[in-house]
């Protein structure tokens, strides 16, 4: 984090002096032969300009109870085994839905069997390892991206039965497939979901 923060205000220190310097567009060759855009000041000296990607800078969090800050410690560790699970199940509804919208029923429901089953065969076996935390946490990712609880999103892809099922058998490991993601309930959640933000990977 404070590497991250030097470099911020390193780079942001330099684009100032670049909107001032008085050659603002000078390209200097690098090792290799790569060419970087740099900034020469009015002191003469030479400054490589480049940007970076975007980051996040996370401040320390803070919890009522030692209990909290315990379970969100837990929910970090989990959190980067989640995050990746939690992207391609984002981006494969997402794709699923705009190859379908055209489709009849019949034809969109065959489409959906063909895509379960290839995605089951490559999935199954890591996710069938997850933890019930990491599960509650693959969950949350996913309604928070796609602002819907998943519940519906299971409905939509297997139909109002295996919702009904999953969501009763989810009561069992705490899970509350209908009510969804809702900001503000969980602190500890909150937190994590903003340090693990799913959207990140689709800007």
């Known amino acids: ?6 470099l911020s205000l390193f780079f942001t ?6 909107a001032g310097a008085q ?4 390209i200097i060759p690098q090792q290799g032969g790569v060419l970087t855009e740099a900034i020469i000041n009015e002191k ?3 400054i490589p300009y480049v940007e970076l990607s975007e980051f996040l800078v996370v401040a320390p969090k803070y919890f009522a109870t030692a209990d909290d800050y315990k379970r969100y410690e837990r929910y970090r560790r989990y959190a980067p085994t989640v ?20 489709m009849k029923e019949r034809d969109r429901k065959k ?32 309604e928070k991206e796609l602002h819907m ?33 809702i900001i503000g309930q969980d602190p500890v959640l909150d937190a ?10 689709f800007r």
């Open 83 to 102: 995050m990746p699970f939690a992207i391609d199940a984002v981006r494969t509804y997402r794709a699923m839905e705009a190859a379908t919208r055209e």
């Open 13 to 18: 220190g330099a684009l100032a002096e670049r």
């Open 44 to 46: 003469g000296d030479t």
């Open 192 to 201: 994590i979901l903003q340090q693990f933000n799913v959207a990140y990977a």
């Open 1 to 6: 984090m404070r590497t991250a923060l030097i």
């Open 149 to 181: 609880p998943f519940y519906d999103l299971i409905k939509d892809v297997k139909g109002g039965f295996s919702a009904f099922y999953w969501n009763e058998f989810g009561k069992f490991y705490g899970y509350h497939l209908k009510e969804g993601y």
């Open 111 to 142: 489409y959906i069997a063909q895509l379960q089953q290839q995605l089951g065969d490559k999935m199954a076996v890591q996710l069938k390892a997850m933890t019930r935390t990491q599960g509650l946490l693959l969950t949350k990712m996913i």
């Open 23 to 26: 050659n603002a567009t000078n």
